[in-house]
């Protein structure tokens, strides 16, 4: 197994079994634990079906790890899954969130094109049509054709994994809700982040919140 596998296990299993759970945001949803592992089959009936391959950390986390779970804000979803309120949900491509994972993710940079927001007026119904209208331009799926939901921050601010394009393998953040658009993750000086380095980075932040031992 890789060895930032093994540490992630090792550093989920010292967090889990902290006699003071440290103070992580969103791990009372998944009690850093993972979810069962996929079999390899599995994952290439997801590729076959959506005609892309999956970025090989993230492939490699799935079969070997486990499906989602324990991981940065409330967790990683599930293959194929994403938040629904206080629940989970599954999704399919042009549902009206969701994009065609094959076609290329359409971002290089800061996206941001957000149309002219209605004004609220005394006529409730016309309102909320102008309101309508502006979200199907604002949150149309081809803004996010070739990249999978992952997690969420809560808010409805998400973090996607860009599967197709130039962009994959990259994670990008989804601040749409704060009519603040899409960019890619960074950390520290790094511009682009991996699946492995950005849920390497959450461990760590994590395991530095542990007890310090006395020696």
């Not at 006699?19 to 996929?38: C, D, I, M, T």
């Not at 999956?54 to 070997?64: A, G």
Request: hydrophobic residues 40%.
């Amino acid at each position: 197994m890789d060895a930032s596998f093994d540490a992630i296990l090792d550093g989920l299993e010292r967090l889990r079994t902290a006699k003071r759970q440290p103070k992580v945001f969103g791990a009372e949803s998944h009690g850093f634990e993972l979810n069962p592992r996929l079999s390899e089959s599995t994952v290439e009936k997801f590729e076959a079906k959506h005609r892309i391959q999956l970025p090989e950390d993230y492939r490699s986390f799935l079969i070997n790890l486990g499906n989602g779970g324990a991981g940065p804000f409330y967790g990683v979803f599930k293959l194929g899954e994403m938040d629904d309120s206080f629940d989970f949900q599954k999704w399919k491509e042009g549902d009206g969130f969701v994009g065609v994972l094959a076609k290329p993710f359409p971002h290089a940079a800061l996206w941001n094109d957000l149309p002219a927001e209605p004004e609220e007026t005394d006529d409730e119904e016309e309102y909320e049509k102008a309101l309508d209208a502006f979200d199907a331009v604002y949150w149309i799926p081809d803004n996010v054709n070739g990249a999978i939901p992952l997690c969420h921050e809560g808010c409805a601010l998400r973090d996607w994994l860009v599967v197709a394009g130039r962009e994959a393998g990259h994670m990008w953040h989804d601040a749409r809700t704060e009519r603040a658009g899409l960019w890619p993750i960074t950390i520290g000086k790094k511009k682009r982040v991996t699946f492995l380095e950005w849920y390497m980075n959450w461990l760590k932040e994590a395991m530095a919140k542990l007890p310090k031992s006395r020696g």
